[in-house]
């Protein structure tokens, strides 16, 4: 017998869309989960983070997600952190939970 997978709220949007992904990263941010806090402790980290993650989910989602965030690629990401506006850390913490979602997943 196959286990039940687990229930993910997706916030009404149907499963494995980009919609139910954003929806699940921001209640993310909201609980204060582990996966939404910035897991890198200096810039170069989060660069090659944010590399790796570009790998697996491929240049047409990367520049999508990127895009919902309002950045173009990781330059602005970096100019984003190093403004150092509030929540800004969060913010690039629930973008990259966004794009490992999609790895892991498979989430378009």
């Not at 989910?57 to 950045?71: A, I, M, N, T």
Request: net charge positive; proline share 5%.
């Amino acid at each position: 017998m196959k286990a039940a997978e687990p229930r993910i709220d997706t916030g009404s949007h149907p499963m494995n869309t980009r919609a139910a992904a954003q929806y699940v990263a921001e209640q993310k941010i909201v609980a204060g989960s582990p996966h939404s806090k910035a897991t890198w402790k200096s810039m170069r980290e989060c660069a090659e983070s944010f590399a790796t993650i570009r790998e697996k989910v491929g240049e047409v989602q990367w520049r999508g997600v990127l895009e919902s965030y309002g950045w173009k690629g990781f330059p602005d990401i970096r100019s984003a952190l190093d403004a150092k506006s509030p929540g800004v850390r969060e913010r690039v913490a629930e973008c990259y939970s966004h794009l490992d979602a999609i790895a892991r997943k498979g989430v378009v």
